[in-house]
């Protein structure tokens, strides 16, 4: 069965980065889009961009332009989100989520369990 | 980008009842590229519907999705204890994917 396992929770301070993995298994890493979505306390779902494990391919959401970037090992199906230039509103769970093979239709149909990013001084 | 409005905000229902959900977007959404998730305090989200109303694996039929456009519908035929949650709707036609607010079926 297909599993995503996250990366343990971090605490960071403002203006410093942070680096969250994903560890796929059960199917093939270089088939499927891998997403990242976070979730701010208590607050809905944000989009923030994907990868394409078969060629580094990325996209961003235009909000987190210029201080996300994600890269994947193929050797160990790991995908990571980098974050960089922290603030108190990056204080949310990241969660990474497979998306399609096609590239076509970015619904998720499988989920990590999420990683808790704080930032606090 | 293409804002999801979900109505209710929270519904009260008791098991055994049946539910409606509304998501409504601020412009079409192309080939009916919409989803609907559940997710439960302390989980992640989990895929029901895709493509407006196709069920996504080992999800009961009592669960379905229906609508296209600007306006779509999600309903439990009969809440089981398991179905209380929050419930969010996710469009997928146009970049970037977008997520409405949630909707939350809690027990009465």
């Known amino acids: 069965q297909v599993q995503l396992v996250q990366s343990g929770a971090a605490v960071k301070k403002p203006g410093a980065s942070v680096k969250v993995s994903c560890k796929a298994s059960?199917?093939?890493?270089?088939?499927?889009?891998m997403h990242w979505v976070r979730q701010a306390p208590g607050r809905g779902l944000e989009w923030m961009g994907f990868?394409?494990?078969?060629?580094?391919?990325?996209t961003y959401a235009e909000r987190f332009q210029g201080r996300v970037t994600m890269t994947r090992d193929t050797s160990t199906s790991t995908v990571y989100l980098d974050l960089s230039s922290l603030t108190s509103d990056d204080t949310a769970v990241y969660y990474c989520?497979?998306?399609?093979?096609?590239?076509?239709?970015?619904?998720?149909?499988?989920w990590g369990q999420g990683t808790l990013v704080t930032v606090s001084s | 980008e293409i804002v999801l409005t979900q109505s209710p905000g929270t519904l009260s229902l008791s098991p055994g009842e049946g539910v409606t959900l509304s998501c409504r977007a601020s412009?079409?959404?192309?080939?009916?590229?919409l989803a609907w998730y559940q997710q439960k305090p302390g989980q992640a989200p989990r895929l029901l519907i895709y493509?407006?109303?196709s069920r996504a694996t080992g999800i009961p039929d009592r669960f379905s999705g229906s609508g296209s456009g600007t306006d779509f519908t999600f309903t439990i035929s009969r809440l089981e204890p398991e179905d209380f949650a929050v419930y969010y709707c996710?469009?997928?036609?146009?970049?970037?994917?977008?997520f409405g607010q949630g909707t939350k079926v809690e027990i009465k």
């Open positions: 989520a497979r998306g399609d093979t096609s590239g076509w239709e970015h619904f998720f149909d499988s």
């Open positions: 059960g199917y093939t890493f270089s088939n499927f889009y």
């Open positions: 990868i394409v494990p078969y060629n580094d391919y990325t």
């Open positions: 412009q079409s959404v192309s080939s009916r590229y």
């Open positions: 493509g407006a109303s």
């Open positions: 996710q469009q997928y036609g146009s970049s970037p994917p977008t």
